[in-house]
């Protein structure tokens, strides 16, 4: 979900369905023209990405009414 928040509206105009239904409201919407000024919008794309946390699928935290970041992922992050 990291590298689809990022790309998605680089190569399509819009995020993630999935992360629009996670996030609800708390994620902005595009309007039309600004769909079509971010599509396409890039001319390189570099991704470094390591972590040292285990990460563990935890899909009770979508029932949670407090939510973060790692609540949006659906993940129990720890060391």
């Known amino acids: 979900m990291c590298y689809l928040r990022v790309m998605k509206p680089l190569l399509h105009g819009d995020y993630p369905?999935?992360?629009k239904k996670i996030a609800g409201e708390r994620i902005p919407?595009?309007?039309?023209?600004?769909s079509?000024?971010?599509?396409?919008s890039y001319g390189?794309?570099?991704?470094?990405?390591?972590?040292?946390i285990n990460i563990t699928y935890n899909s009770l935290v979508l029932e949670s009414n407090?939510?973060?970041?790692?609540?949006?992922?659906?993940?129990?992050?720890?060391?």
């Open 44 to 52: 390189f794309i570099g991704l470094i990405h390591y972590t040292n």
């Open 17 to 19: 369905t999935s992360m």
């Open 66 to 79: 407090l939510r973060d970041f790692s609540a949006d992922m659906a993940v129990l992050m720890r060391k």
């Open 36 to 40: 079509k000024l971010v599509k396409g």
């Open 29 to 34: 919407t595009f309007t039309d023209r600004e």
